[in-house]
């Protein structure tokens, strides 16, 4: 894994997650650049920069996901699906793919696994787990041309790294 991986996923993460806004529809509540008042009580949102919410994003997400121990594809796919659902729900969506024990934590058997199997086959398969869950929200009725339109176009940069 390189820096330049981490700058392409963040950068298509960041270019689906907007500035401020506060949708009722949003669980979320109050958010801005994908940080939302509900994970993040304590921060005040509006006056977020992009410098704190990429510090935010590689401290909480890329890291405790060990995304620089997966192979680039996933790397970028668990990211934002974290970012998008919530890290410990990306990562059991990954267990459950790769068929190792389903924890919610990222540690060496799943990240033997991410590097033994076909990227290619657990990219499709993990791609396709992610929207499965994604119909299943309610939210579905009010984001899903946004979500599926999300996941489609991060498939395609994914595909650049396989």
């Known amino acids: 894994m390189t820096e330049f991986v981490w700058e392409t996923a963040i950068k298509t993460t960041l270019g689906f997650e907007g500035g401020y806004v ?78 190792v024990s389903v924890d919610g934590i990222i540690g060496n058997e799943t990240i033997g696994a991410c590097n033994r199997l076909p990227t290619k086959k657990v990219l499709d398969d993990y791609t396709e787990k992610r929207m499965r869950f994604l119909w299943s929200l309610k939210g579905w009725k009010y984001y899903g041309n946004g979500w599926g339109a999300r996941v489609k176009y991060l498939r395609q940069i994914c595909e650049q790294y396989l």
């Open 22 to 99: 506060n949708d009722p529809n949003d669980a979320g509540g109050e958010t801005k650049y994908g940080i939302s008042k509900r994970a993040y009580p304590n921060v005040d949102i509006k006056s977020l920069t992009l410098e704190d919410v990429k510090k935010i994003y590689h401290r909480d997400y890329w890291e405790r996901c060990k995304c620089q121990f997966l192979p680039d594809a996933l790397s970028i796919a668990v990211f934002d699906f974290a970012v998008n659902s919530g890290v410990k729900r990306a990562i059991i969506k990954l267990q459950e793919v790769l068929g």
